[in-house]
């Protein structure tokens, strides 16, 4: 079988896609990639992956800048923060990007001849285009949104206030757009990367929906290096990331460094800045960091709660902190919190004495927290969404 991936270049967003084009290859099938913005770099990470080809894109032209470039996580954070703004940049990605690729993904499509077209659920010109080319298509979450329960109050609204706008712009095409939580939903197959003991299935839960297990591609192809001489096995590990968008404030970091202190840890902290305080090695900053093998080694895990990072702490047997930032993440939050693996924290307004507390308590050694999160690795041990995913898609 034949396989297009119409993905986003963003690395949450990314993984999902890789981990499943991994096991089709290793099953015989063909996969081509398409991606919106940036496809060197993202053949470049496909490469690393040991997935050969370059990616197709549109001329760059089809995409605005705002979507187009990469956008520092200092000024993307404080963007979302700004009611008007936020409000102009998701319209600009709901909206306007759609239409602006629609006719390049069509080509792209023409050009593969895919038996299954693989969507990335917020491209929304993944499920018009795979509908007026009569392909087949299926929708691959890298968040939990299409399983959003009843009970939960959603923070979305200006994704949610789009969805009127965005069906009709499908109905002008005479093709249907079905949408669950913002995200695209396929008649045919939807992944989502979580389990039933996270996520429980509920009445409104979509169609022909799978939770098929955490992510797991091999290799990721975003592999760095880093000082693990510098790393003290006798100590506490906290890892701290706000993923690879947004940024906590400098505020909230230095209050979640002087908590862990507190509390006997050494700490990492991934991020734009790669300052190291250069006369301790309790604290280490970094760019980017190995996460799926620091979490492996982590006490705590604080992160911006985005569903791939909050999988993969679970996956190591981590509890969370989760610090929610913007898009799903709250989301995220809400599901950590019901499952007792973690807690949640508001970014803002920022509490220092709540940050401190709830270190402090989750770092002990009696955390009921801990205790879950170790339930659930044992749980995730022999599930791999990135291999049940593909078994399904080669039986869409």
């Not at 954070?77 to 009611?83: I, K, S, V």
């Not at 109050?153 to 949610?160: G, L, R």
């Not at 404030?249 to 790669?274: F, K, M, P, W, Y």
């Amino acid at each position: 079988m034949r396989f297009l991936f119409n993905v986003t270049p963003h690395a949450g967003h990314l993984h999902a896609s890789v981990g499943l084009a991994q096991h089709l290859v290793r099953m015989g099938h063909e996969v081509r990639f398409f991606c919106y913005a940036d496809p060197d770099r993202v053949s470049a990470r496909l490469r690393r992956a040991g997935l050969n080809g370059p990616c197709m894109g549109p001329a760059a032209a089809a995409v605005r800048p705002l979507s187009h470039r990469p956008i520092p996580r200092e000024e993307l954070t404080r963007m979302f923060e700004d009611p008007t703004r936020r409000r102009r940049f998701v319209e600009q990605m709901y909206l306007a990007n759609p239409r602006r690729r629609l006719e390049a993904l069509r080509a792209a499509i023409r050009d593969v001849r895919p038996d299954i077209l693989c969507n990335d659920a917020i491209c929304d010109d993944g499920a018009v285009a795979a509908q007026l080319e009569s392909v087949r298509w299926a929708s691959v979450a890298s968040s939990w949104r299409m399983t959003q329960p009843g009970d939960y109050e959603s923070v979305a609204h200006e994704v949610e206030s789009l969805e009127g706008a965005r069906k009709a712009w499908a109905q002008s095409f005479g093709v249907e757009l079905v949408v669950c939580g913002g995200e695209c939903v396929s008649p045919w197959l939807n992944l989502v990367f979580s389990v039933e003991e996270l996520t429980p299935r509920h009445g409104n839960f979509p169609p022909n929906t799978h939770l098929v297990g955490p992510m797991r591609p091999v290799p990721r192809g975003d592999d760095v290096d880093f000082p693990w001489d510098r790393l003290g096995p006798e100590r506490p590990l906290m890892y701290v990331s706000s993923g690879s968008l947004f940024g906590f404030s400098a505020t909230a970091v230095s209050t979640i460094i002087e908590a862990g202190l507190a509390r006997g840890a050494q700490i990492v902290v991934s991020g734009d800045r790669a300052e190291t305080d250069a006369d301790r090695d309790d604290v280490i900053r970094v760019r980017v960091a190995p996460q799926v093998a620091l979490l492996e080694r982590a006490t705590l895990f604080v992160t911006h709660g985005g569903a791939n990072s909050v999988m993969e702490g679970l996956v190591a047997g981590a509890p969370l902190l989760v610090i929610p930032l913007a898009w799903d993440q709250p989301l995220s939050a809400f599901f950590v919190g019901r499952a007792g693996v973690g807690r949640a924290l508001a970014h803002t307004p920022w509490d220092p004495h709540a940050c401190r507390d709830n270190i402090a308590a989750m770092l002990s050694n009696e955390a009921a927290e801990r205790t879950q999160a170790r339930r659930f690795k044992r749980l995730l041990a022999e599930r791999d969404g990135s291999r049940d995913g593909a078994m399904l898609l080669t039986s869409a």
